[in-house]
């Protein structure tokens, strides 16, 4: 095989040596932190694995790591990057004594605790965020004051957000108080602060919000603060997604 024939999408070869998702490797790119033989790159280039030298941030690219699939109950309070400008603590502090390089499937915004999956592996990662397998995420929502029956259909047949209309979402009733009301809402997208947006536009005040499930993965007991391993059958349930 010639030197072009086994050149690779540079992208591909971040995520492949469990660095980073596809998606913020390109991201990395675009922000001239990635360099191919001394140059930086631009997207769409690609390299030879054995023969090129691609550097990050100036540290050459390591070969692939042991694959690593963590559950994290994410605190309330801590951003999901792995640096932050602003000096908040980072979900990665709470996994600091796991030896491989991890990133997060997707985000979850500072006021919004639960559910995160961290792994170095970016293949996976890359196809349970792309957009057309619609991957089911629910999220436990307290509001003030009652769900109207309009507000819900609305959340449910889709809402008119700043960037477009949402997809149909399922919501389930679990519990009203005097003062507050608590239920799932499940998506199948991942926009930007998307069930905050979604319930301030039907005209509801969200107080708490906590993931409890993505895919086929359900928090259940994991303390807040804590992470546990998958398993190797709940690795395979989310390939299968």
């Not at 996994?95 to 999956?117: H, W, Y």
């Not at 108080?177 to 799932?184: A, E, L, P």
Request: net charge positive; with cysteine; proline share 4%.
């Amino acid at each position: 095989m010639n030197q072009a024939a086994a050149t690779v999408r540079i992208q591909k070869l971040i995520a492949r040596a469990g660095l980073a998702s596809r998606r913020e490797a390109e991201r990395w790119i675009e922000q001239g932190r990635v360099t191919l033989n001394g140059k930086r790159v631009s997207l769409g280039d690609q390299a030879n694995p054995h023969h090129d030298q691609v550097e990050i941030d100036g540290r050459p690219l390591s070969k692939e790591q042991n694959k690593c699939y963590l559950m994290l109950n994410k605190p309330l309070g801590y951003v999901t990057t792995a640096h932050d400008p602003q000096g908040r603590a980072t979900v990665f502090d709470l996994v600091a004594q796991v030896p491989e390089r991890l990133f997060s499937i997707g985000r979850l915004d500072l006021n919004t605790g639960g559910l995160l999956l961290l792994t170095n592996d970016g293949a996976l990662a890359n196809s349970l965020l792309h957009p057309r397998f619609g991957i089911p995420k629910t999220y436990r929502v307290k509001i003030s004051g009652e769900l109207d029956p309009l507000a819900q259909q609305n959340l449910e047949h889709g809402v008119e957000l700043e960037d477009g209309i949402t997809a149909p979402a399922q919501v389930s009733r679990m519990r009203v108080s005097r003062r507050n009301t608590w239920f799932d809402l499940t998506i199948t997208e991942g926009r930007n602060r998307q069930v905050r947006r979604m319930c301030e536009a039907v005209g509801c005040s969200v107080s708490m919000l906590n993931r409890v499930r993505f895919g086929n993965l359900e928090l259940q007991v994991l303390q807040v603060g804590k992470f546990r391993h998958l398993s190797a059958a709940e690795v395979e349930s989310l390939r299968r997604l």
